[in-house]
T-cell receptor, first 115, second 114 residues
C-alpha cells in the first residue's frame, strides 16, 4: 500500500459546476500526478507536481487546474465541468527524488460523471 | 516526444496457454520501460520494469518482458496464463532526463478463458 487516498471515490455533477478532487499521500514523496483514464486512450497526464507550489501541465491540461500547498496534498480542479470531462481520474506518486527511473504508485481512482 | 503503442486492445486466450502482449515505443533518447496491470475498479500496479542491465526482466507471478532496443519493443509474455491474470495491461515509458513524465500505452485487455 503506497499510502495514497483519493476523495471522493465517486461524484456526479452538473455541467458548468466547479469540482475539486483531492489526492493525499502519507509517503512524503516529491512527485505527484493526475491522470485521466478513458476507453481507447489509456492514461493521459493532466498535470503533475515536482514539489510544493511547483506544478506543470501534461498533455490534456485544458479545463483543469491544480494546486499543491502541502507536500501531502495535490488538488485537481475542474473550473467549469463539461461532459467531456466524464472520466476516471487517478492520482499517482513517484518515489523518485532526483532521478527518473522510479515506478508510479496509483490511488484507487475517482469516477466523475458530468451530466 | 515519447510515445507508446499497444496494437492489441483485447487478447483472449485459453487458460494454461501462452500469451504475448505487444508494446512498441518511440523516443529520441534512452528510456526506462514499465508494465502495469489494472484489475477491475482498482488503480494500476507495477508488474515489472526495465531500467538497465539484462534485457530480460521477470515478475514474481511468472510474467517476463524483453527489451529490444533495435526493434524499440518491450513485449510482455507468460508461458501459461491463469484465470487470475484476467486484467488490463499497460505499457509505459519514461525518457531518461524526462522529469518523471510517464507516457502510457492505450492498454491491452487480457481475457483468460476457462
Amino acid at each position: 500500500d503506497a499510502g495514497i487516498t483519493q476523495s471522493p471515490r465517486h461524484k456526479v455533477t452538473e455541467t458548468g459546476t466547479p469540482v475539486t478532487l483531492r489526492c493525499h499521500q502519507t509517503e512524503n514523496h516529491r512527485y505527484m500526478y493526475w491522470y485521466r483514464q478513458d476507453p481507447g486512450h489509456g492514461l493521459r497526464l493532466i498535470h503533475y507536481s515536482y514539489g510544493v507550489k511547483d506544478t506543470d501541465k501534461g498533455e490534456v491540461s485544458d479545463g483543469y487546474s491544480v494546486s499543491r500547498s502541502k507536500t501531502e496534498d495535490f488538488l485537481l480542479t475542474l473550473e467549469s465541468a463539461t461532459s467531456s470531462q466524464t472520466s476516471v481520474y487517478f492520482c499517482a506518486i513517484s518515489e523518485s527524488r532526483t532521478g527518473d527511473n522510479s515506478p508510479l504508485h496509483f490511488g484507487n481512482g475517482t469516477r466523475l460523471t458530468v451530466t | 516526444a515519447q510515445s507508446v503503442t499497444q496494437l492489441d486492445s483485447q487478447v483472449p486466450v485459453f487458460e494454461e496457454a501462452p500469451v504475448e502482449l505487444r508494446c512498441n515505443y518511440s523516443s529520441s533518447v534512452s528510456v526506462y520501460l514499465f508494465w502495469y496491470v489494472q484489475y477491475p475498479n482498482q488503480g494500476l500496479q507495477l508488474l515489472l520494469k526495465y531500467l538497465s542491465g539484462s534485457t530480460l526482466v521477470e515478475s514474481i507471478n511468472g510474467f517476463e518482458a524483453e527489451f529490444n532496443k533495435s526493434q524499440t519493443s518491450f513485449h510482455l509474455r507468460k508461458p501459461s496464463v491463469h484465470i487470475s491474470d484476467t486484467a488490463e495491461y499497460f505499457c509505459a515509458v519514461i525518457e531518461k532526463g524526462g522529469y518523471q513524465k510517464v507516457t502510457f500505452g492505450t492498454g491491452t485487455k487480457l481475457q483468460v478463458i476457462p
